[in-house]
């Protein structure tokens, strides 16, 4: 007896607020002592890139966009630690924190700038000050500057990118109900290319004229007014909520280049003070 195919079910991605993520060390979290051991072998990008795909099933990296943007930051991110000649274990630790940093920055479509780099400054100090178990001491002070001048210029300046490419768009469907009347049928493709302004053939056949009558109030036109005046406040509204959303995105857009001024002009007085502070702890 053979039995029909079950229906697949689509899951709807849940959406995930902006919250705040506890920092921990992260040394051969990601990449173990023979991942780095394949990739110092590597003579080439390609032979790098062969073995992150390995390591991290990025196979479709050259036919996916996504996933070819996943491989070059980790593919830079090591070139970085190359070239800067990082030790194993401060090249795993830096991966581990450009890796999570990102997928903090992915976890919600929602604005969650403010949580990803104070996650992103806390995973750094985890691997700066030496206060075991909670954080060691694996990164100098000048490295502490090098790591974050270099996230910040490849990653926080692109944060809008990545989140665009990575995370779905959200969309609002509105509802109305009025007291005393019936629910508003849902839209047609009709009232759709009438709101989008598209004239819509429809083909009619003639009817006869019909007898001449009496006058009598006509129940469509009253609901084309309704219709009407629905149109007209939902555009104002909507108009409204668009300009509220342009002046967040303004200011949210402040706020950040504030911050990378910060970062970049303090972030290496910060590091000397905190690795000032272990020195006295020590």
């Avoid at 779905?168 to 009438?194: F, K």
């Avoid at 409204?240 to 967040?248: C, I, L, P």
């Avoid at 504030?258 to 020590?282: I, P, T």
């Amino acid at each position: 007896m053979i039995l029909p195919d079950e229906p697949q079910i689509q899951e709807i991605p849940k959406i995930i607020q902006p919250r705040n993520h506890k920092a921990k060390v992260s040394v051969w979290a990601d990449l173990t002592v023979d991942d780095l051991d394949r990739i110092n072998e590597s003579l080439n990008a390609d032979h790098i890139k062969m073995v992150l795909a390995d390591v991290f099933h990025l196979d479709d990296h050259k036919t996916s966009l996504k996933t070819g943007i996943i491989m070059d930051l980790y593919y830079y991110t090591l070139q970085f630690a190359r070239d800067n000649k990082f030790s194993k274990e401060q090249t795993s630790a830096f991966f581990s924190i450009v890796k999570k940093t990102h997928e903090v920055c992915i976890e919600t479509p929602f604005g969650n700038l403010d949580q990803t780099f104070s996650y992103f400054k806390e995973m750094v100090l985890c691997h700066a000050v030496n206060r075991p178990p909670h954080s060691i001491e694996l990164f100098s002070a000048d490295q502490v500057r090098l790591v974050t001048e270099y996230t910040v210029n490849t990653y926080f300046r692109h944060f809008k990118m990545y989140k665009y490419a990575f995370t779905p768009l959200v969309r609002l469907d509105l509802s109305i109900n009025y007291v005393g009347m019936p629910p508003t049928p849902p839209p047609t493709e009709a009232d759709e290319g009438e709101a989008a302004g598209e004239e819509i053939p429809v083909e009619t056949e003639p009817e006869p004229e019909p007898p001449a009558q009496s006058p009598q109030p006509d129940e469509s036109e009253a609901r084309k007014e309704l219709r009407g005046m629905i149109q007209t406040f939902l555009a104002e509204e909507i108009k409204k909520m668009k300009t509220s959303v342009d002046d967040q995105l303004r200011s949210t857009e402040e706020v950040l280049n504030k911050k990378l001024d910060v970062a970049e002009g303090g972030g290496g007085k910060k590091s000397g003070r905190n690795s000032a502070k272990g020195g006295k702890k020590k």
